[in-house]
């Protein structure tokens, strides 16, 4: 079997006191779209510019395809990308700004030049300066560098980030036409929702940590079903949630108490409440936004004090 | 399927050519034409003799061209005008001139932020190095020689292409003149070899074009400090800025090769020190930012 396209250990880089990307580990196989999530600041584009052999790991490895981009610029065959916005020299046009990539890419680079162009529709601007560009074409022109090198893996650092709803639109397309044609995909964001129709596996990365490793599936199913009760005594009703195995989670909004259990634990809990003298007047499951959970994980204890505090605004629960 | 697709069962290190520093070389070469300060640089190398011709003329003009043995000697051949420029280029001008490419030439690509574009393409670390060695040394030389040219040029146009009174006193015809002065200015990019090293080392170092321009230039002024210090006459030969004198010694009758030697190694002294530090921090440094 061949090595992946991105095998990641144990990665650490430390600036002075501050741990920006802490033990990372990451496995990304041929043909997946990979999502590496996380809010801002929690690592990505350090991870990537490990990955792209731009900064040196305090610690951990890299092997792109087998091999360690720190180590030679040979490991990056077969692999394009950018981190952060990309950058171009801006009294170049874009056309010669290309052209002076693909001839550092060497090989048949520079035969893809206006195919590469004509892929991000920048084929008419293609000699005006760079300078002018919108941040909408640079990303776009961006692309247009990576394809040069015909890659088998792509990696690309928010990629629709800072573009208009229809500019995100288009990326997306984009990066899936791309995906079809058989490239591997490492993309970063920010937002669960701009990647969760486009990839078929996500990492989230909270303060330079993995926190969920996954498809997007199972990190929905991780969720947990909550559920929604009201009683005819709330507060009793409460407490008698938050003393039972099995229900977790406990919370009090807008008039309800929510918590996470499964389907056994909510039956039991039906039994309790009625043997309690406490009646139901509505149990009923809800559905977790997948951006709900993105937060509670990259959030990390927030979502749980919140619901700690609402709990107490009950009235009469103590 | 298009031909952007992944090549299927090829992988880059098996295929075809790999690029080199060459690419690098002529590629900062294009750069540079699209850039003002290139401009700049060889404007200012034209300007000079051009200035010094003028004034020559206008001192002529004026009819006191007796009372000054220097101005005496500037107007009786041509071929003094490129000597003249480079005697008093060294202070600051050739420095400034040189300094502006070579201090610019890696610092600037911090300020686009497109080190992360190169450095992820092909090229190894040291080859990108290499080219824009090369280029910050062929602009030094360009300048430089179309500095002398101009200056050859002009002069002869308005003192004539005479033979020339060599330091020694003897007199040199107008055609071994023309070889000594390009003779001197070969000589004259030794010194300026190390100008251009310690550029480029500024360059990478502050990452910062105006501080490595600037900075450059200081480096080179205290230089001459030192030299004319109380008590320091004795560092005088190993000063960077004495080896820009060395071209004297082709002036000479027979020719003194002892500063020209001297030259050659007090400048490797100043020059490959600064350009090994520069090739370290630039293949060692982390490319955050931008
Ligand atoms: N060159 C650097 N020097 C010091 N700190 C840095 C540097 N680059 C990034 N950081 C810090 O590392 C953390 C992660 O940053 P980054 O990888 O850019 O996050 P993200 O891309 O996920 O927004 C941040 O706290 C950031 O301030
Ligand atoms: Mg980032």
């Known amino acids: 079997m061949s090595a992946p396209p991105i095998e990641v250990r144990g990665l650490v880089k430390r600036y002075g006191a501050l741990t920006a990307v802490d033990g990372v580990q990451l496995t990304v196989e041929a043909g997946d779209v990979y999502g590496y999530l996380g809010p801002n600041g929690a690592g990505k584009t350090t991870s990537l510019r490990m990955m792209l052999g731009l900064i040196r790991p305090t610690e951990g490895t890299v092997r792109l395809f087998g091999r360690d981009p720190n180590a030679t610029v040979a490991a990056l065959a077969g692999v394009a990308g950018f981190v952060e916005a990309p950058a171009f020299y801006p009294y170049l046009s874009a056309r010669r700004n290309l052209e002076l990539m693909a001839a550092f890419d060497g090989d048949s680079a520079p035969t893809r030049i206006d195919l590469a162009l004509d892929t991000v529709e920048l084929a008419s601007r293609a000699s005006d300066r760079v300078g002018g560009f919108s941040h909408g074409m640079r990303q776009r022109l961006g692309i247009a560098a990576a394809l040069l090198r015909s890659p088998k893996l792509l990696l690309l650092d928010e990629p629709a980030t800072g573009l208009d709803p229809a500019g995100m639109r288009d990326m997306r397309l984009l990066i899936r036409r791309l995906a079809d044609e058989g490239m591997t995909v490492l993309l970063s964001s920010h937002l669960l929702a701009e990647v969760e129709e486009l990839c078929n596996r996500v990492a989230v990365l909270r303060r330079g940590r993995i926190v969920y490793e996954g498809t997007i599936a199972e990190l929905a199913r991780g969720a947990g079903t909550r559920y929604r009760l009201a009683s005819t005594d709330d507060a009793r009703a409460l407490g008698i949630c938050v003393a039972r195995p099995g229900i977790a989670e406990v919370g009090y909004e807008h008039g309800h108490i929510v918590f996470s259990a499964d389907e056994q634990a909510v039956a039991e809990l039906s039994r309790a409440l009625i043997e309690a003298d406490v009646l139901i007047r509505e149990l009923a499951p809800q559905t977790v936004t997948l951006e709900d959970l993105f937060f509670s994980l990259t959030e990390g204890d927030g979502f749980v004090a919140e619901r700690a505090e609402a709990a107490a605004a009950v009235p009469g629960a103590s | ?290």
């Open chain 2, 1 to 290: 399927m298009t031909a952007l697709a992944a090549p299927s069962e090829r992988s880059g290190a098996a295929t075809g050519r790999r690029p080199g520093v060459w690419a690098v070389y002529r590629w900062e070469l294009v750069k540079l034409r699209y850039q003002k300060r290139t401009y700049l640089g060889l404007g200012a190398s034209i300007l000079a003799p051009l200035l010094l011709v003028l004034a020559i003329n206008l001192r002529s003009g004026a009819g006191h061209g007796d009372a000054f043995a220097f101005s005496n000697y500037l107007t009786r051949s041509g071929l003094v005008v490129p000597l003249v420029i480079l005697l008093f280029g060294a202070i600051w001008m050739f420095p400034l001139i040189v300094a502006l490419v070579a201090g610019d030439i890696f610092a600037s690509e911090d300020h686009n932020g497109t080190l992360k574009t190169v450095l992820t393409r092909s090229l190894e670390r040291h080859q990108i190095f290499a080219g824009k060695m090369l280029v910050a040394a062929t602009y030094a030389v360009f300048a430089i020689l179309l500095g002398g040219t101009v200056g050859v040029i002009a002069g002869s146009l308005q003192s004539g292409f005479n033979s020339l009174q060599s330091l020694s006193g003897t007199i040199v015809s107008a055609p071994r003149g023309l070889e000594l002065v390009y003779a001197s200015l070969v000589v004259y990019l030794i010194p300026t070899a190390a100008i251009v090293s310690i550029g480029l080392m500024l360059s990478t170092l502050t990452r910062n074009s105006a501080a490595a321009v600037v900075g450059t230039l200081m480096i080179s002024l205290l230089i001459q400090l030192i030299g004319i210090l109380p008590g320091m006459s004795g560092a005088q030969p190993y000063l960077l800025s004495t080896q820009f004198n060395a071209w004297q010694g082709l002036l000479r009758t027979p020719t003194d090769w002892v500063p020209i030697i001297r030259a050659l190694w007090v400048s490797a002294l100043y020059g490959v020190p600064a350009l090994i530090v520069a090739l370290l921090v630039f293949l060692r440094r982390d490319v955050a930012g931008g």
